[in-house]
């Protein structure tokens, strides 16, 4: 089966030559050219005081600093969607180099090309947590296979094709960032994409893969101070009450048009 084209990118430290290597493996042997674009490495910002971060809404929400590892990721995706929009690409596949492919995404990907006007964003998540949640039909690719819409926003974006469209609505969302780029992307009513997942999950991280962001960023401790530590709180409570909102908006307010196209 012949892959339309779609170019296709890897993100990947330029140092990382056994990923590189799984990664040209892996995809020669599905027959997807690619090109690696070289991952910026933060793990040594000074992330406080780095120009595209908000520090203060990352605070406010979160209790701590981004890492440095989550902000030279998120840039690497930016890069990507600038890239997309400066060379008008109509749409571009974009992988992380510890991501593993199943059978099935590549024709999953022919399918995905044909109905481009349908989607910005749609994200392959393999994990057995994803494939859990409550999900609904939107299009169908092929066999068992579907585009859907889910009732969260989980995380990942180890493996996704977005659009033109859809990389200029989430470029407006990141000039100064507090969220990592896989919540951001999952946050479809703040950048108002058609955000999607193909169930059943067609890529999984390899988790035997040392981190290149770093495990700290799974540190939940609460890094503040005085009066910012006494309502941190009620702050907290307020992001997770929006985001419940938010979730529960995209999921009813796209809900007969998503059914009648199905």
């Known amino acids: 089966m012949n892959l339309p084209h779609i170019p296709t990118f890897v993100i990947s430290l330029e140092e990382a030559t056994d990923r590189r290597e799984w990664m040209n493996k892996q995809l020669s042997e599905i027959g997807i050219n690619f090109e690696f674009f070289n991952a910026i490495d933060g793990r040594k910002f000074d992330v406080p005081n780095h120009p595209s971060y908000d520090k203060n809404k990352r605070l406010k929400y979160f209790g701590r600093n981004m890492k440095g590892g989550e902000i030279g990721c998120l840039l690497s995706h930016r890069g990507i969607y600038e890239k997309i929009i400066n060379d008008n690409l109509d749409m571009a596949l974009i992988l992380e180099d510890d991501v593993v492919l199943k059978g099935g995404f590549k024709q999953a990907i022919t399918e995905l090309t044909k109905i481009g006007d349908k ?3 749609v994200r ?18 092929f066999d068992d296979f579907w ?14 094709i977005v659009t033109n ?52 960023r799974f540190d939940k401790s609460v890094d503040l101070k005085g009066f910012q530590k006494t309502i941190f709180p009620i702050t907290r409570a307020w992001f997770k009450f929006s985001e419940a909102i938010g979730k529960s908006w995209v999921w009813y307010s796209n ?3 998503e059914k009648l196209n199905s």
């Open 165 to 216: 469209q859809g990389a200029k609505k989430l470029l407006k969302h990141m000039d100064k960032n507090y969220l990592p780029v896989d919540t951001l992307v999952g946050h479809a009513w703040k950048t108002g994409a058609k955000s999607y997942i193909v169930q059943p999950g067609l890529a999984t991280q390899d988790l035997t893969m040392e981190s290149s962001i770093g495990e700290e």
């Open 255 to 257: 809900y007969f048009k």
């Open 124 to 141: 392959f998540l393999g994990s057995p947590k994803v494939a859990k949640h409550k999900n609904r039909k939107v299009a169908h690719l």
């Open 147 to 160: 585009m859907v819409r889910i009732k969260t926003t989980p995380g990942g974006t180890h493996a996704y």
């Open 119 to 121: 989607f910005d964003v």
